[in-house]
């Protein structure tokens, strides 16, 4: 899985087409749905199905014909001793297929490069872009002139980030406080805001019970997002987190003037006037400043707006 997070990270913003081949040739994905026991002689169909349904062109754009093509295709992977993976050609089937109306002596490069330049999936990208970074449920409109952006420059991620940041929708009222920080968000911005540091077993413990254990994600979809993230359970993860917080005393110089001023660490833009009133009131009652600055912080942390992006 570390190794995956690494191919994410060097391949997540470039082309959508050498990610997606990158994720298929990745051990931990030929493990998880077993494309590394994907034969010639008995094709497993797991990987041709997901790879359709989640990661490219969506339910709806396929056929069962078609997954059992793209299972063809994918034969030969195997893991070696050391962990890497590699293509054994006796394993694959080098026969004629035909997949999404195409048909050749198709490979795993050739499914790949068809799916990524497919219609379907310049929308299906653009849409889980923009309610990742926006807000969910984007317009028809939006989603199309996000997609056409991923077609006119070939499926380059980074053009469609770009697209996506430079958009009216991203800087509207909509997108204002629209999204759940995830755990993560939640844990990594407030140690960057206020360089500070957490003992990593404490922050794993803390990523654990907030429902988000790096490296490991429930499923092939990945983690859940928006609203789930937050129930009676996490939320109580998510206040008491602050404790847990080592360092502040690197962190006092910008909670001398003012609460405001101390919220603003966290919240540049700043919190509205009765919510900084109710935080000066809880912590009015703490004589030692350094409780009085990490109930600050936690005050902070558990309001609303500190827990939207």
Avoid: C
Avoid at 198 to 211: D, F, I, Q, R, Y
């Amino acid at each position: 899985m570390f190794k995956q997070n690494e191919l994410l990270r060097d391949k997540g913003m470039g082309r959508f087409r050498e990610l997606l081949m990158g994720i298929t040739e990745d051990p931990a994905m030929l493990i998880w749905l077993d494309g590394a026991q994907n034969r010639k002689a008995s094709p497993n169909e797991n990987y041709g199905r997901e790879i359709m349904e989640v990661f490219t062109i969506g339910v709806g754009n396929y056929t069962e014909d078609d997954v059992k093509a793209a299972a063809r295709a994918f034969t030969g992977y195997q893991i070696d001793k050391s962990g890497s993976s590699f293509f054994n050609p006796k394993q694959h089937d080098d026969g004629t297929k035909t997949f999404l109306g195409q048909t050749g002596n198709f490979g795993p490069q050739d499914i790949v490069s068809i799916l990524a330049s497919h219609p379907a999936t310049a929308k299906s990208i653009a849409r889980k872009l923009f309610a990742y970074f926006a807000y969910d449920n984007p317009s028809d409109d939006t989603v199309s002139r996000i997609a056409n952006v991923y077609t006119r420059t070939d499926g380059d991620i980074k053009a469609v980030v770009e697209a996506i940041l430079n958009s009216d929708e991203f800087w509207s009222a909509q997108a204002h406080l629209g999204l759940v920080k995830s755990p993560v968000e939640y844990l990594t911005t407030a140690l960057r805001s206020l360089g500070a540091t957490v003992n990593p077993k404490a922050a794993v413990a803390t990523l654990n019970s907030m429902g988000q254990l790096p490296f490991d994600p429930p499923s092939v979809f990945g983690w859940p997002d928006g609203a789930a993230w937050i129930n009676t359970s996490t939320m109580l993860d998510r206040y008491n987190f602050p404790l847990r917080i080592q360092d502040l005393d690197n962190a006092t110089l910008a909670f001398e003037d003012s609460v405001d001023t101390a919220t603003r660490t966290l919240l540049p833009e700043g919190l509205p006037s009765d919510v900084l009133q109710v935080i000066e009131q809880s912590t009015d009652s703490f004589p030692a400043e350094r409780q009085k600055v990490r109930n600050i912080i936690r005050l902070t942390m558990s309001t609303p707006y500190y827990n939207l992006n």
